[in-house]
Each structure stands twice: as structure tokens, then as C-alpha cells.
């Protein structure tokens, strides 16, 4: 059974950081497409980043570039999501997706495109 489990979301203090884990089990996520989103609340799901099987990366929240890095660890089939200098409107629950394609270098912001997802992991940002 494909499975997706989130884990390292929650409280945190504006100016913090947390590190978000997604873990696979029944699968070689090196072999997939991983995207992270998030869903505030009263919002729609967005896509935050992405990561190719080639290790090609994009970041889809304005708001969060430069304060955001994905990266894999194929050894721990596991891709991370580390997020630095929280603010307020970054809480959220956040979930990672997963898809296969055949080209390497591609990546996607759309959750459409997506077949596999965790449950997510609460990350909420307050003083």
C-alpha cells in the first residue's frame, strides 16, 4: 500500500523555524514528483514547492520564497520541507503529494496532478 505521512508541523513562534518530514512507505519516492501544499483555513489548497525526480526544484508561494528549501534524502525515502522566519500567515496545515512522470526535470504546483497525499501536519505560527 502507497502511504505518505507528514510529520515536524507545529506551534512555533513568529521568526521560528520548522523542518516538515514526508516519509514513504510502499514506494521509492526518488522515482515520483513530490509537491508540498498547504491549506489555511476558509482558503483553497495551494502548492508550495516541488521537487522533480531530477532534483529540479520550484517554489509557488511569493511569500515564501527565499524563507523555504525542499530537499530529498532518497536514503531515508524521505523529501523535506524546511521553513525558516515563520509569520502568522503561514498557518497552516501542510501536506505532501506525490506523482509519477516520465520527464525528469518536471514539476507542478497543481494539486489535480497529484495522485498520492498524506493526511497533513498542523503548523501554526503565534505568539
Known amino acids: 500500500q502507497l502511504q505518505l505521512v507528514e510529520s515536524g508541523g507545529g506551534l512555533v513562534q513568529p521568526g521560528g523555524s520548522l523542518r516538515l518530514s514526508c516519509a514513504a512507505s510502499?514506494?521509492?519516492?526518488?522515482?515520483?514528483?513530490i509537491g508540498w501544499f498547504r491549506q489555511a483555513p476558509g482558503k483553497e489548497r495551494e502548492g508550495v514547492s516541488c521537487?522533480?525526480?531530477?532534483?529540479?526544484?520550484?517554489y509557488y508561494v511569493d511569500s515564501l520564497k527565499g524563507r523555504v528549501t525542499i530537499s530529498r534524502d532518497n536514503a531515508k525515502n524521505t523529501v523535506y520541507l524546511q521553513m525558516d522566519t515563520l509569520k502568522p500567515e503561514d498557518t497552516a496545515v501542510y501536506y505532501c503529494?506525490?506523482?509519477?512522470?516520465?520527464?525528469?526535470?518536471?514539476?507542478?504546483?497543481?494539486?489535480?496532478?497529484?495522485?498520492?497525499w498524506g493526511q497533513g501536519t498542523q503548523v501554526s505560527v503565534s505568539s
Open positions: 510502499g514506494f521509492t519516492l526518488d522515482h515520483y514528483v
Open positions: 521537487i522533480s525526480t531530477g532534483n529540479s526544484i520550484s
Open positions: 503529494a506525490a506523482f509519477r512522470s516520465p520527464a525528469i526535470y518536471y514539476c507542478s504546483g497543481y494539486a489535480s496532478e497529484y495522485n498520492y
